[in-house]
C-alpha cells in the first residue's frame, strides 16, 4: 500500500503566517520529517510520529520521507518559507527521480507558504513591485565565482535583487563581499604572488579535505585535467571560513574528462572551479 507525500511550507516564522491548507495537511499527517528547528514550529498531535533531522541533510530527509510514504505512511515534510524557494521540494522531486524506482509512486503535493522576501519586503514597506530576481549567497552546492557572476548580470540589469542564506558561521564575509559587488566595488583581489598555472596547462587535484570547509568534490580528488580558464584572485574560502583573513587565491576553471574522474567510456567532459592551494602540475 502507498500512503502519500507533502511538501509543507511553514512560512517565514510568525504562526499567523501559515496557511489554513499547510494547517490542514501537517494536522492529517501521520509523520513529519524535518529539519529540526522547523518540526519545533508545529504544534505536537496525539499520535503523530517525528523524524528531526540536522541541518544540510535535506537529500537524506527526503529519502526518509518517501521511504514512510512508500510504506504506506501520510507524511508531510516541513520547510520554512515556501518549500519551493531554496527549501524541501527540490530535494524531494530530486530523490523521486534518482532514487527507488517504486518511489515515482507515491502522491507527492507541494502546499505552497509565504515566503521570507514577501514577508520581509511588507515589513519593511519595500514591495517587489518590479522586475526582481533571488540568489542565494552560499556556495555549498556552486562555487562562489558562479554566485558572483549572477550577482553581477542581477546588478547590471538593474534588478531588485533578494539575498538569500547571506552569511553563516563558515560563511562570515560573503554578504559584505556580495553588498560591496552591488555598489559598484571589485570582485577579484590583488595579490603579488603570479599565478602558478595557465591556460592549457595539465593539472592534477590535491587529494585533500581542510577543516570545516572545501571546494573540491570528493570525485574531483587526485585526478587530472586541464586549465581552460583564469578567473584572477579571489577571497579563499578556506581561510575565512577559520577567521583567518580572505588570503586571496588564483581561481581556475579545470576541464575533467568523464573517464578520468569516474570510469566512464565516453567523452563527456566536466569543468570544475579549483582555488590553486588544490591544483598541482599534473
Known amino acids: ?15 499567523e503566517l501559515i496557511t489554513p491548507l499547510a494547517s490542514d495537511t501537517l494536522a492529517a499527517a501521520t509523520d513529519l520529517v524535518g529539519y529540526a528547528p522547523y518540526l519545533a514550529r508545529v504544534p505536537e498531535r496525539a499520535g503523530q510520529r517525528r523524524h528531526p533531522s540536522d541541518n544540510r541533510e535535506e537529500l537524506a530527509r527526503a529519502k526518509q520521507a518517501l521511504e514512510l510514504a512508500a510504506s504506506g505512511k501520510s507524511v508531510a515534510v516541513v520547510s520554512s518559507g515556501d518549500p519551493g524557494v531554496f527549501a524541501m521540494a527540490s530535494a524531494v522531486f530530486e530523490a523521486v527521480e534518482t532514487g527507488n524506482p517504486a518511489w515515482r509512486d507515491v502522491d507527492v503535493t507541494v ?60 560563511r562570515p564575509w560573503q554578504l559584505s563581499e556580495a553588498l560591496s559587488l552591488a555598489r559598484g566595488g571589485p570582485t577579484t583581489r590583488e595579490t603579488t604572488r603570479p599565478a602558478r598555472f595557465d591556460v592549457g596547462d595539465r593539472v592534477r587535484t590535491r587529494n585533500i579535505h581542510p577543516h570545516t570547509h572545501t571546494r573540491l568534490p570528493r570525485y574531483a580528488r587526485d585526478k587530472v585535467g586541464t586549465v581552460e580558464r583564469l ?22 576553471t579545470v576541464r575533467f574528462s568523464a573517464r578520468e574522474l569516474w570510469g566512464r567510456e565516453d567523452d563527456d567532459t566536466v569543468s570544475i572551479d579549483a582555488f590553486e592551494p588544490y591544483l598541482e602540475p599534473a
Open 1 to 15: 500500500m502507498t500512503g502519500r507525500l507533502a511538501i509543507v511550507g511553514l512560512g517565514p516564522g510568525a504562526a
Open 231 to 252: 578567473h584572477g584572485a579571489h577571497v579563499f574560502p578556506d581561510s575565512n571560513a577559520r577567521f583567518a583573513g580572505e588570503d586571496p587565491q588564483w581561481l581556475y
Open 111 to 170: 502546499v505552497p507558504g509565504v515566503s521570507a522576501m514577501l514577508a520581509a519586503a511588507a515589513r519593511i514597506g519595500a514591495p517587489l513591485g518590479h522586475d526582481f530576481c533571488v540568489i542565494s549567497l552560499s556556495d555549498n552546492l556552486k562555487p562562489w565565482y558562479v554566485v558572483l557572476k549572477r550577482l553581477e548580470a542581477a546588478a547590471s540589469g538593474d534588478f531588485i535583487i533578494v539575498l538569500y542564506n547571506p552569511a553563516s558561521k563558515a
